[in-house]
T-cell receptor, first 114, second 116 residues
Framework: DTGVSQDPRHKITKRGQNVTFRCDPISEHNRLYWYRQTLGQGPEFLTYFQNEAQLEKSRLLSDRFSAERPKGSFSTLEIQRTEQGDSAMYLC????????????FGSGTRLTVV | AQSVAQPEDQVNVAEGNPLTVKCTYSVSGNPYLFWYVQYPNRGLQFLLKYITGDNLVKGSYGFEAEFNKSQTSFHLKKPSALVSDSALYFCAVRDITETSYDKVIFGPGTSLSVIP
């Protein structure tokens, strides 16, 4: 098990374009989270999956954002019609069902919208 | 609503000296508290957690944290700082409201610099 993987590591896109990020969690973890982190700030919660079900979405997640976890394994986060304000580090984390455990984070995808 | 405060943006400490990174929290019930560390261009790494029991929690890399319910604090400590401890440190609290699905809320972070 190599931990939580995120792809790509970096993405530069023009304003108005669509982007999609992928997260592969630890295989036995059924809970998956997306966070966004801007420079000098702590991670902000975006959305959460338990298996394939998206159970919670932050008000930060506008209609331009959509996330999926179709088979309860990997997840994708898509941003449509990107804006400069979307520039941030997008972090994925996973954890197991039982108890309260620390998250395992991926290294993140850094998005720059120009 | 649950929240976390880290009153210091920056902490500087000399190598070999003890270090403390402060954290205070606000929750409606009993808190689950966490510390994470972030090195440049890396994801966050879990250091330690407090759920229940002993107020002094030991974690990775020689770090420990002390839970103080009366002061609603969860300060991170290390007896002897290393230059390699220089990083960004985040305190976090579990949102235990019914619909939160153990979502964790992070503080703004404290940048620790250990000076050789």
């Amino acid at each position: 098990d190599t931990g939580v993987s995120q792809d790509p590591r970096h993405k530069i896109t023009k304003r108005g374009q669509n982007v999609t990020f992928r997260c592969d969690p630890i295989s036995e973890h059924n809970r998956l989270y997306w966070y966004r982190q801007t420079l000098g700030q702590g991670p902000e919660f975006l959305t959460y999956f338990q298996n394939e079900a998206q159970l919670e979405k932050s008000r930060l997640l506008s209609d331009r954002f959509s996330a999926e976890r179709p088979k309860g394994s990997f997840s994708t986060l898509e941003i449509q019609r990107t804006e400069q304000g979307d520039s941030a580090m997008y972090l994925c984390a996973s954890t197991s069902q039982r108890g309260v455990r620390g998250y395992t984070f991926g290294s993140g995808t850094r998005l720059t919208v120009v | 609503a649950q929240s976390v405060a880290q009153p210091e943006d920056q902490v500087n400490v000399a190598e070999g000296n003890p270090l403390t990174v402060k954290c205070t929290y606000s929750v409606s019930g009993n808190p689950y508290l966490f510390w994470y560390v972030q090195y440049p261009n890396r994801g966050l790494q879990f250091l330690l957690k407090y759920i229940t029991g002993d107020n002094l929690v030991k974690g990775s890399y020689g770090f420990e944290a002390e839970f103080n319910k009366s002061q609603t604090s969860f300060h991170l400590k290390k007896p002897s700082a290393l230059v390699s401890d220089s990083a960004l440190y985040f305190c976090a609290v579990r949102d235990i409201t019914e619909t939160s699905y153990d979502k964790v809320i992070f503080g703004p972070g404290t940048s620790l610099s250990v000076i050789p």
